[in-house]
Each structure stands twice: as structure tokens, then as C-alpha cells.
């Protein structure tokens, strides 16, 4: 195994002749970062197929935090695919199921009894709390957030808010489903009180002289975006959306899908605010790497639908829930948020200090180990530099980091790095990370001196 950063070329020979195959049998539209084919991978280190190891930011979007490969999580996949692979929870149930539901709605914020459905992806949970709620009000209207990222499939993707990349030439899309501004704070120029009520005093008025709150059946949103940023929604906005919600018989549906499962220093994002959804939406880092899925939420609501109005042939997979099981224990075990809080702490205080050496570094955001950095132009310009973010991406990759960015202009640079990652693979990543802002922030200086 050869670090990237020595390597005299890359991609290598064998993630070269992958990536031509790649471009002949796979679809335009499937999105990729840089060429690195994995070979294998451990905690927060991946090695692509010619032995180069890359320091992983990425985190599988954030579905690692608990890294690759965590032993247990394998030895849980391993018994079980030993006993059975599947059977169709509708058809045949399943032990494991049962178990993780139970585990579930032992977690998830509530005071109130729950219960809990289980599917493969978070735009799977997006679509059955859109429908729970329906059900369950009897209404129509759904409101959203801008910069919000709900997921690919139809309902999810109505709730989505970033037309060029995601939604160009699919429509036409769900119908009533009405969009508020999100308390966006860099460039308002208000503090977080003042953004949070000017939010909420936008997201009132757009309820009450464009829908009614008698129309609405729910309203969702990410207590932390993820593809919209890492703006993290102020508690005062939360718990003034909550108040609201209770007082209308809205149902509030929290997307913890990135942020769940202790990646912002709690189990659950709305923990820092202090209120409860009436459902959660969650996916990720639950199955240590495979794919799977919950909905789960105040049981009133949850038993709405009537008898097979809910279910997936894959949902709540054994496998899967094997190793979401395994992973929730790891995290209980050795706390997990307390973890996420003192990495974060280190991320943050890094990036802090690139704030103030270097002019295209805008701005520093997010909660716990959910931390990322906006990419300005610099120079006294703090408008998006997509470019230059993806400059620092590249020469990322190319000194053995991987990363991905976020926001509508594709412009800030996101950690996502496993929780589990050890001070040596934190040190190097961000030293290789430090080179590649560098870097970009010569590019912009030079690009400046030549426009002068």
C-alpha cells in the first residue's frame, strides 16, 4: 500500500481501465467524484485498486460513522447471511425486524409511544412520512425549505431544491408542495435570533395567505442541511416551527438522514434544540454501510394507513438490519455523540484557523462532527467560487484525500469523515486538505493579479 500523496500517477493503471469501462456500460446521469476505485478499506482509509490509500472524507455521504468495514458490523452481516439473506418482511417475518424497530424507538426523541417501518433508502422514508402524514390529517400541502435535499424519487425529489443538478426536465412534480426560506445566516447580516425570527415570521406568512394551516399536512425539514450547505436551522426556528406545528395539527417530520445518528455531537440534530419531531426520517450511518432505511414516529400517526398501505419488498432486509444493530451497539457502547463532539471541536478549530490565513474560506458552519467551510472568491468577495472548490477537491484527491462538496453552487467543502477515524488519519487529511486550500487560494490570487 503506497500513500496517494507519493504516487507518480494517478488514477493508476487499474482504476484508468475501470473508469473507461465505467464511462461504456454506466449511465451519463449517475454522478462520480474523482477516478478511485476501492479495493478495500478500514476505518476512515481506503485503498483503490493500484495500492494507493486515500484518507476518506466522504464518509459514503456521511453513511460511515462507524467506518468502513467495522469488524463487528461485518461479523454481524456474516452470522446472519449465514442463517438466511431474506424473506420479505410482508411475507415472512423476521426476528431482526422486530429488533431494530424496538431499538429505534428507544432512540428516537419522543414522549410519547412510537412505533416504526423500515425501508432501503432515505427517499423511501421521505416518500411513507409524506404519505403517513396525508393519511393521518387527511390533508394535502406539504411545506419544505429552500436548499433542502430530500432525495431522488418523485416525492422526494418535489421536496428537493436544486433544480439544475436534480430535477431539470423530470417534471412534471407532486403537487402541493409549497417551499419556505431556510435561516440562512452567513451573508444576512443578522445574528441568529434575528435570522431565526425573520424565518419564521416568512415561513407564517407563506402558510397563512398561500395554503391555510387547515390545508397542511406536514412540514419537513433537515435541523442541519446536507447537499443544501450545513446550514444548521437555529433552535429558536425549531422549536417556533414546532410550537406552530402543535398548535395547527401539522405534522413536523425531522430528515435526520445525514445528521442522525451521533454526526452533529447527539443522536439526533433536534436534540440540540430541545424539541421533538412527530416522525423521523432516517438512513445512512444506521447500517454501517448497507442499505436501510426507518420512518418512525408518534404511534398514532405511524398506524394510520390501513393494513398494506405501508411495506417494500427489500424494506427492514435481514441483512441490513443485522448490521444496523451491530452499529447502534458500537455507538451506545462507546459513545458516539460524546465522539462526534470532540472531533468536530478539532475539524472546526482547523478550519477556523483557514478562515483567517485564507481569503476564500467564507465561512465556518455546522454542529459536532457535521462541520464544513464555504469557498468564496476572496479578495473582499465573498460571492459562491464553485470553481475553486473544485479545485481543492481535485488537488485533494491528488495528495490522497477524498472529499465532497455541498451547496447549490456546489461551493463548500463538507466533513464527513467517519467517526471512528484516528488521530493519525484526522492529522494527515487535514494536513492534505490544508495544501489543497493553499493551493486554490494561489489560483485566486493569481486569477485576481491578472484581472488588475
Not at 95 to 124: F, N, R
Not at 257 to 285: M, N, P, V
Not at 366 to 378: I, T
Request: net charge neutral; hydrophobic share 45%; glycine share 10%.
Amino acid at each position: 500500500m503506497k500513500d496517494a500523496a507519493q504516487s507518480p500517477q494517478l488514477p493508476g493503471p487499474q482504476c484508468q481501465a475501470y473508469q473507461a469501462r465505467r464511462n461504456a456500460a454506466v449511465a451519463l446521469g449517475v454522478a462520480n467524484g474523482p477516478p478511485v476505485f476501492a479495493g478495500r478499506a478500514r476505518g476512515a482509509t481506503l485503498t483503490d485498486l493500484d495500492g494507493n490509500a486515500f484518507i476518506d472524507f466522504a464518509g459514503g455521504i456521511g453513511t460511515l460513522n462507524v467506518g468502513h468495514a467495522h469488524p463487528e458490523v461485518v461479523a454481524a452481516v456474516q452470522a446472519q447471511a449465514a442463517r438466511y439473506l431474506h424473506t420479505c418482511f410482508n411475507i415472512v417475518m423476521y426476528p431482526e425486524y422486530i429488533e431494530l424497530a424496538e431499538t429505534l424507538v428507544d432512540l428516537v426523541p419522543g414522549s410519547w409511544p412510537k412505533k416504526a417501518m423500515l425501508q432501503t433508502t432515505g427517499a423511501e422514508a421521505v416518500e411513507n412520512a409524506i404519505k403517513v402524514a396525508r393519511r393521518a390529517t387527511g390533508r394535502q400541502a406539504v411545506v419544505a425549505f429552500e436548499n433542502a435535499f430530500h432525495g431522488r424519487t418523485y416525492m422526494a425529489l418535489s421536496l428537493t431544491a436544486k433544480a439544475p443538478a436534480y430535477k431539470s426536465g423530470f417534471g412534471p412534480f407532486a403537487s402541493e408542495v409549497y417551499r419556505a426560506p431556510f435561516p440562512v445566516r452567513y451573508r444576512s447580516g443578522l445574528s441568529e435570533a434575528e435570522c431565526a425570527e425573520a424565518a419564521f415570521k416568512q415561513f407564517r406568512r407563506l402558510v397563512e395567505t398561500e395554503i391555510t394551516p387547515e390545508q397542511v399536512a406536514a412540514v419537513i425539514i433537515e435541523p442541519v442541511q446536507g447537499e443544501g450547505g450545513f446550514h444548521d436551522a437555529p433552535p429558536a426556528f425549531l422549536q417556533a416551527l414546532r410550537a406552530y406545528c402543535t398548535q395547527h395539527g401539522i405534522v413536523l417530520i425531522a430528515d435526520e438522514i445525514q445528521s442522525g445518528f451521533c454526526r452533529t455531537g447527539e443522536w439526533f440534530a433536534t436534540q440540540h434544540a430541545g424539541i421533538e419531531a412527530d416522525l423521523y426520517t432516517l438512513a445512512k450511518s444506521m447500517g454501517g454501510g448497507l442499505p436501510i432505511a426507518a420512518l418512525v414516529g408518534r404511534a398514532d400517526l405511524m398506524d394510520a394507513p390501513a393494513v398494506g398501505g405501508l411495506g417494500g419488498t427489500y424494506g427492514g432486509n435481514p441483512l441490513a438490519c443485522a448490521a444496523a444493530l451491530a452499529t447502534i451497539a458500537v455507538m451506545r457502547r462507546e459513545d458516539y455523540a460524546a465522539r462526534a463532539r470532540d472531533l468536530g471541536a478539532k475539524v472546526r478549530e482547523r478550519f477556523a484557523t483557514w478562515a483567517k490565513r485564507f481569503s476564500i474560506v467564507g465561512d465556518v458552519r455546522g454542529l459536532g462532527a457535521m462541520v464544513a467551510f464555504e469557498v468564496v472568491r476572496g479578495q473582499s468577495d465573498d460571492s459562491p467560487a464553485g470553481d475553486l472548490a473544485a479545485h481543492i477537491v481535485q488537488a485533494a484527491y491528488q495528495g490522497g484525500l477524498v472529499l465532497v462538496k455541498a451547496g447549490f453552487y456546489g461551493n463548500v467543502i463538507r466533513f464527513l469523515g467517519p467517526l471512528a477515524i484516528t488521530e493519525e488519519e484526522l492529522a494527515r487529511g487535514l494536513d492534505i486538505l490544508e495544501r489543497a486550500v493553499a493551493e486554490a487560494q494561489r489560483l485566486a490570487d493569481a486569477r485576481a493579479t491578472q484581472a488588475a
